[in-house]
């Protein structure tokens, strides 16, 4: 049987989640003010979102994993006897990761190189890396765990609530009307992403504790008489997410629910104080 390998881009949140299973990461960098930080490495969630809830003025953005370095990864993959490697990356749609995976993947030697397009981002993505590890203890081929992972994709759902749209919209990651823009802004917004991938506005909602109950009511709707399983993303408001929790599982009891802090390079398109519930159907 083939060496199957794993690796995923540090949107997943992987390194805050026991898989209790090997994986490579492919770090992207936060730079604070002109300095950078590697992911997780040099700067972790907790760190990320004090100084972004405390400085102000605080100057963000973020850069993706070199090619260079993707290749180097996926080389000493191939070199530790793994003949097959499946990328779980974040939506092409948030970012040039998979693309680059396809351009790192022709460099490596010794190995067939699988890039999932997760068409999410976090908990979206630590699902799949999940389900990958369990089939590879399965014992299922390469060519199996793939197009089952194709077909899971598309049972996940990731609502957001943000504090403020203004890191999305500065960093390019929503697209609205600069009209709208201001109006926007003022607003609690729940976002979503759709099946392609795509962040979207879902609904304009004028205040956060609304905008939560309204996840809940999305939620309790859509999962009428259907098993999920569920993910809870955190910034700097874990108390509120475990406050989250409780009324998910008024709805779901018995359902298995996990947490995971956004990844700072995530945070810092969404922002502090926000929150996402992630479910994925299991039937």
Same mark, same amino acid.
């Given at each position: =049987?083939?060496? &199957?390998?794993?690796?995923?881009?540090?949107?997943a949140g992987t390194d805050y989640f026991d898989l209790g299973?090997?994986?490579?990461?492919?770090?992207?960098?936060? &730079?604070?003010?002109?300095?950078?930080?590697?992911?997780?490495?040099?700067?972790?969630?907790?760190?990320?979102?004090?100084?972004?809830?405390?400085?102000?003025?605080?100057?963000?953005?973020?850069?993706?994993?070199? *090619?260079? *370095?993707?290749?180097?990864?996926?080389?000493?993959?191939?070199?530790?006897?793994? +003949?097959?490697?499946?990328?779980?990356?974040?939506?092409?749609?948030?970012?040039?990761?998979?693309?680059?995976?396809?351009?790192?993947?022709? =460099?490596?030697?010794?190995?067939?190189?699988?890039?999932?397009?997760?068409?999410?981002?976090?908990?979206?993505?630590?699902?799949?890396?999940?389900?990958? &590890?369990? =089939?590879?203890? +399965?014992?299922?081929?390469?060519?199996?765990?793939?197009?089952?992972?194709?077909?899971?994709?598309?049972?996940? +759902?990731?609502?957001?609530?943000?504090?403020?749209?203004?890191?999305?919209?500065?960093?390019?990651?929503?697209?609205?009307?600069?009209?709208?823009?201001?109006?926007?802004?003022?607003?609690?917004?729940?976002?979503?992403?759709?099946?392609?991938?795509?962040l979207e506005t879902y609904e304009k909602i004028r205040t956060?504790?609304?905008?939560?109950?309204?996840?809940?009511?999305?939620?309790?709707?859509?999962?009428?008489?259907?098993?999920?399983? &569920?993910?809870?993303?955190?910034?700097?408001?874990?108390?509120?997410?475990?406050?989250?929790?409780?009324?998910?599982?008024?709805?779901?009891?018995?359902?298995?629910?996990?947490?995971?802090?956004?990844?700072?390079?995530?945070?810092?398109?969404?922002?502090?104080?926000?929150?996402g519930l992630g479910y994925v159907y299991l039937d």
């Amino acid at each position: =049987m083939k060496k &199957i390998g794993i690796v995923v881009c540090s949107n997943a949140g992987t390194d805050y989640f026991d898989l209790g299973y090997p994986i490579e990461v492919m770090r992207s960098s936060l &730079i604070l003010d002109g300095k950078e930080y590697k992911d997780y490495i040099d700067i972790t969630a907790d760190e990320f979102y004090r100084r972004a809830s405390e400085e102000e003025n605080l100057k963000i953005s973020t850069a993706q994993c070199p *090619v260079g *370095v993707m290749t180097e990864i996926l080389n000493k993959m191939a070199d530790n006897g793994n +003949e097959d490697i499946i990328a779980i990356v974040i939506s092409k749609e948030f970012s040039g990761i998979y693309q680059s995976v396809h351009i790192a993947s022709e =460099m490596v030697n010794n190995a067939k190189v699988h890039v999932i397009d997760s068409k999410s981002v976090s908990f979206g993505q630590l699902f799949l890396v999940q389900e990958t &590890i369990k =089939m590879i203890k +399965e014992g299922k081929n390469t060519d199996e765990i793939v197009e089952r992972l194709l077909a899971l994709r598309e049972k996940i +759902e990731v609502l957001v609530v943000v504090d403020t749209l203004k890191f999305l919209v500065k960093n390019g990651r929503l697209s609205v009307a600069s009209g709208l823009i201001g109006t926007l802004l003022k607003i609690k917004p729940i976002l979503r992403i759709n099946r392609n991938g795509k962040l979207e506005t879902y609904e304009k909602i004028r205040t956060k504790k609304r905008a939560v109950e309204r996840v809940l009511e999305i939620f309790k709707t859509e999962t009428f008489n259907r098993e999920v399983e &569920i993910c809870l993303c955190y910034t700097n408001n874990l108390e509120s997410v475990k406050e989250l929790e409780s009324k998910l599982l008024e709805i779901k009891p018995g359902a298995k629910v996990s947490y995971i802090p956004l990844s700072p390079v995530v945070g810092a398109h969404a922002g502090p104080g926000t929150l996402g519930l992630g479910y994925v159907y299991l039937d």
